[in-house]
């Protein structure tokens, strides 16, 4: 009877470890996320302020505006899963590009002060989400190695763990700095 319970101890101990790595690594993703989605949700809050800024402005870029305008709808749902947030991420992040570049058709927009304003928080929230973004990846990227490797991918199907997608960071959008403003 000893040997059965040195047996089961020599089994469940190491399962119980790698149990817990995964449970561990799980829980890093699921902070990584709430970083993440803090992050876009303060993004997400903004894009109406840009619109009301640089709607009287732009008067031959409505088509980017109104889809933006509904991209912001689709990520204010709370029907969106995790794939489907990160790609519409990815489009509302080329919309962005898309605006700002048109902004610089527009001189009276990029030096008025509300655009000033408004742009260094897009810029002050870039910079949260591209390094909210490497930790998430990075935490990822363990966790997802964790479940595919043995024993862990073993246990991680008892748990019913899945892996996780990366978040594309496409870098900074907003590539008009008030510095490089020219106000003649």
């Given at each position: 009877m000893d040997i059965r319970l040195i047996a089961a101890g020599l089994i469940a101990t190491p399962a119980i470890y790698f149990c817990n790595k995964l449970v561990q690594r799980k829980n890093?993703?699921?902070?990584?996320?709430?970083?993440?989605?803090?992050?876009?949700?303060?993004?997400?809050?903004?894009?109406?302020?840009?619109?009301?800024?640089?709607?009287?402005?732009?008067?031959y870029e409505c088509d980017a505006l109104i889809k933006l305008t509904r991209m912001h709808a689709n990520a204010l749902s709370y029907n969106i899963g995790e794939i489907e947030k990160i790609e519409?991420?990815?489009?509302?992040?080329?919309t962005l590009k898309q605006i700002m570049e048109a902004?610089?058709?527009y001189p009276d927009l990029k030096s008025s002060d509300n655009?000033?304003?408004?742009?260094?928080?897009?810029?002050?929230?870039?910079?949260?989400?591209?390094?909210?973004?490497?930790?998430?990846?990075?935490?990822?990227?363990?966790?997802?190695?964790a479940i595919i490797s043995f024993p862990g991918?073993?246990?991680?199907?008892?748990?019913?763990?899945?892996?996780?997608?990366?978040?594309?960071v496409r870098g900074e959008f907003l590539n008009i700095k008030p510095q490089s403003l020219s106000y003649n």
């Amino acid at each position: 009877m000893d040997i059965r319970l040195i047996a089961a101890g020599l089994i469940a101990t190491p399962a119980i470890y790698f149990c817990n790595k995964l449970v561990q690594r799980k829980n890093e993703v699921d902070n990584a996320t709430k970083s993440i989605n803090t992050s876009l949700q303060e993004r997400y809050d903004l894009i109406p302020d840009l619109i009301d800024t640089v709607k009287s402005y732009m008067y031959y870029e409505c088509d980017a505006l109104i889809k933006l305008t509904r991209m912001h709808a689709n990520a204010l749902s709370y029907n969106i899963g995790e794939i489907e947030k990160i790609e519409l991420n990815n489009k509302i992040t080329g919309t962005l590009k898309q605006i700002m570049e048109a902004v610089k058709k527009y001189p009276d927009l990029k030096s008025s002060d509300n655009f000033l304003q408004l742009q260094k928080k897009w810029t002050d929230i870039e910079d949260r989400l591209s390094a909210s973004g490497k930790v998430y990846n990075n935490v990822v990227m363990d966790y997802n190695n964790a479940i595919i490797s043995f024993p862990g991918n073993l246990l991680a199907e008892l748990l019913g763990y899945k892996t996780k997608a990366i978040f594309e960071v496409r870098g900074e959008f907003l590539n008009i700095k008030p510095q490089s403003l020219s106000y003649n």
